[in-house]
């Protein structure tokens, strides 16, 4: 059991960053992978980026890798995505997903954040 609060959304201007956080709580992050992904309006929900539990792997999209960086805190309870060089088309409601399966497909994660609103400005 786990429940995921995504902050850290917002509008900026193309070129800008961001960084967003995902607290969890009712169980700690430690024995779950965890993953950012993100639906623009209209569109189906795609993959940004993953971390194993442990720490040791991380992968991410190619339309972000290079400018997105994902990271955990398990003391803290909370994983991050550190995003850099943004664009309009990175616009999109952004979720946080946990789960036992490392993988880059939606389906394969149980535990999901209500999402953050990033708006990116030309």
């Known amino acids: 059991q786990v429940q995921l609060v995504e902050s850290g959304g917002g509008l900026v201007q193309a070129g800008d960053s961001l960084r967003l956080s995902c607290a969890a709580s009712?169980?700690?992050?430690?024995?779950?992978?965890v993953a950012w992904f993100r639906q623009a309006p209209g569109k189906e929900r795609e993959f940004v980026a993953r971390l194993s539990w442990t720490g040791g792997d991380k992968f991410y999209a190619d339309s972000v890798k290079g400018r997105f960086t994902i990271s955990r805190d398990n003391a803290k309870n909370t994983v991050y995505l550190q995003m850099n060089s943004l664009k309009p088309e990175d616009t999109a409601v952004y979720y946080c997903?946990?789960?036992?399966?490392?993988?880059?497909?939606?389906?394969?994660?149980?535990?999901w954040g209500q999402g953050t609103q990033v708006t990116v400005s030309s």
């Open positions: 009712g169980r700690t992050f430690g024995s779950y992978n």
């Open positions: 997903a946990a789960g036992g399966i490392y993988s880059s497909y939606s389906y394969n994660y149980d535990y």
